[in-house]
């Protein structure tokens, strides 16, 4: 008796679509590319926030990295449009460096201007992204709303500690631990070697955490963590 194959996966069916999308687009279809715009606009954006700090800048590279990606869909032969995409985004955020002649180290606080109080602005989040965390707190009465406000500072602070990072380990870290992108999809987002990609994620990560542990300011979340725990910070 033949074997008989299962439906597609939702992963497959995903990619199928795409690839049709992809296809359409770069027959003219404008329908078809604004679709793969909604798909991924939030992941786009949430690069280019993390990347220069500031919400304004970081709407203003997205929607031009759109619009180059319209312009260069015909082009686009490569595995992952994701990477190809978030490329585009990655160099108009060093276009904006170069063109301010310095990295928005100061930006930190047009990042936290542009988010409502008490919130987290954009997609992507790290270690989960805020929107999540509050909707666990409205439908489980078992949540610990304390738990929900140092979550919220956590994320805060990892979001300030990252602008504090030179833009290329800025831009791996987003990628790897925030996107959620292989190794192999960085090299390409980063147009460099895999091994380049290793050592920069592992010395984004060092950096991160000495950033963390040595501004208490800024990371106050360890503090009242220690003080649940009845340890005193150092």
């Known amino acids: 008796m033949p074997h008989e194959s299962g439906p597609p996966d939702r992963d497959e069916q995903s990619e199928c679509q ?7 687009s770069q027959q003219g279809d404008r329908r078809a590319f604004n679709q793969l715009v909604e798909r991924y606009q939030a992941t786009a954006y949430a690069l280019a926030l993390r990347m220069v700090g500031s919400p304004d800048v970081a709407a203003d590279v997205t929607q031009s990295a759109f619009l180059s990606a ?53 997609a992507g989040d790290i270690a989960g992204a805020g929107g999540e965390a509050l909707t666990v707190a409205l439908t489980d009465p078992t949540y610990d709303p304390e738990q929900l406000a ?24 987003i990628l790897s631990d925030v996107q959620g992108l292989t190794y192999e999809e960085i090299a390409r987002v980063m147009d460099v070697p895999l091994g380049t990609v290793k050592s920069r994620l592992a010395r984004a990560r060092g950096q991160l955490r000495a ?24």
């Open 70 to 122: 319209y312009r260069a869909i015909g082009s686009f032969h490569g595995l992952s449009f994701r990477a190809w995409l978030l490329r585009i985004v990655s160099n108009g955020c060093f276009d904006h460096f170069r063109a301010q002649k310095r990295h928005p180290t100061a930006s930190l606080d047009a990042l936290l201007e542009g988010a409502p109080e008490g919130s987290v602005t954009g």
């Open 211 to 234: 950033i963390l542990l040595r501004d208490r300011e800024l990371f106050p979340y360890a503090e009242r963590r220690d003080e649940k725990r009845g340890k005193r910070p150092k």
């Open 18 to 24: 795409e690839q049709s999308l992809i296809a359409r």
């Open 150 to 173: 140092l979550r919220v500072e956590m994320i805060g602070a990892i979001q300030a500690a990252l602008l504090r990072l030179g833009a290329e380990q800025r831009l791996a870290i």
